[in-house]
């Protein structure tokens, strides 16, 4: 089974250090992959899509406020 893509390569890279898999495993599946160039990823994943810019905001409100005027309480009767 030859190794497909980068990913694949750190993962089996991973196995071996951990000791999952034999050396000779690994460098049989890295020779297989010849030296050719791999894409980062075989099947990139469907949520990856381009991030939406922020709307613009429009002119920055002032940092002092305005407080309203009271009102004269209700009368009541």
């Not at 020779?31 to 980062?40: D, F, I, W, Y």
């Not at 075989?42 to 309203?68: D, E, F, N, Q, Y």
Request: aromatic fraction near 4%; charged fraction near 40%.
């Amino acid at each position: 089974m030859p190794i497909k893509s980068k990913a694949q390569r750190r993962k089996f890279a991973e196995l071996l250090v951990e000791g999952k898999i034999s050396p000779e495993t690994f460098e049989e599946w890295n020779r297989a992959a010849g030296k050719a160039e791999l894409p980062e990823r075989l099947h990139p994943k469907a949520g990856a899509k381009p991030k939406r810019r922020a709307k613009s905001k429009g002119a920055p409100k002032s940092k002092t406020t305005v407080k309203k005027a009271s009102r004269p309480p209700r009368k009541r009767g």
